[in-house]
């Protein structure tokens, strides 16, 4: 199962409201998480199931979709969120990622 | 607190052998399946290979399937990757993770990565 993220990169403001999209090759339902990675750091699980948010992680991040289409948005930038963003599919071996959104400051 | 600390990357010819180790603790290790993902320098993340946590479901991606084996030793909170007939493209930082059934098998608990470099 392919995933496409788009945008591949987005510049933004601290106080935006954004939203990446992830596209499934084939339905996966709601079997799809997201992570936000920093430079030299493991990703974070931000999102499970489409649109549970992972403890810990701030309300202005919220997830959206099912089957091939799927959202992640943020919904007041904050300093501290600007990063590269990766969508990943649970539904079916092998699993994949998304080749990631990286989120800059404009 | 869970900790997942990686070993065993380095430097290593093309067609050579390594094996990865994740060290596991905070955690019920033998209640978890896990992964392994990689991550070429500058680019996306890749997932390698699974393994239920009794080790008896074992998963591969096509790029390295044949080449690599995921084992785990439960007794010793320890998860392996035996990596064998290495290419140029399978220099990468390699995490570790755990699959979390409670999370739609996401990846809660990631390690801080060992670093695989493939070069003559």
Request: hydrophobic content about 30%; overall charge positive.
């Amino acid at each position: 199962i392919q995933l496409t993220q788009s945008p591949s990169s987005l510049s933004a403001s601290a106080g935006d409201r954004v939203t990446i999209t992830c596209r499934a090759s084939q339905g996966i339902s709601s079997y799809l998480a997201w992570y936000q990675q920093k430079p030299g750091k493991a990703p974070k699980l931000l999102i499970y199931a489409a649109s549970t948010l992972q403890s810990g992680v701030p309300s202005r991040f919220s997830g959206s979709g099912s089957g091939t289409d799927f959202t992640l948005t943020i919904s007041s930038l904050q300093p501290e969120d600007f990063a590269t963003y990766y969508c990943q599919q649970l539904n079916s071996y092998p699993r994949t990622f998304g080749q990631g959104t990286k989120l800059e400051i404009k | 607190e869970v900790q997942l600390v990686e070993s065993g990357g380095g430097v290593v010819q093309p067609g050579g052998s390594l094996r990865l180790s994740c060290e596991a603790s905070g955690l019920t290790f033998s209640g978890y399946a896990m992964s392994w993902v990689r991550q070429p320098p500058g680019k996306g993340l890749e997932w390698v290979s699974h393994i239920g946590a009794s080790g008896g479901s074992i998963y591969y991606a096509d790029s390295v399937k044949g080449r690599c084996t995921i084992s785990r030793d439960n007794s010793k909170n320890t998860l392996y990757l035996q990596m064998n007939s290495l290419r140029a493209d399978d220099t990468a930082v390699y995490y570790c993770a755990t699959d979390s059934s409670l999370r739609g098998w996401s990846h809660n608990d990631w390690g801080q990565g060992t670093l695989v470099t493939v070069s003559s």
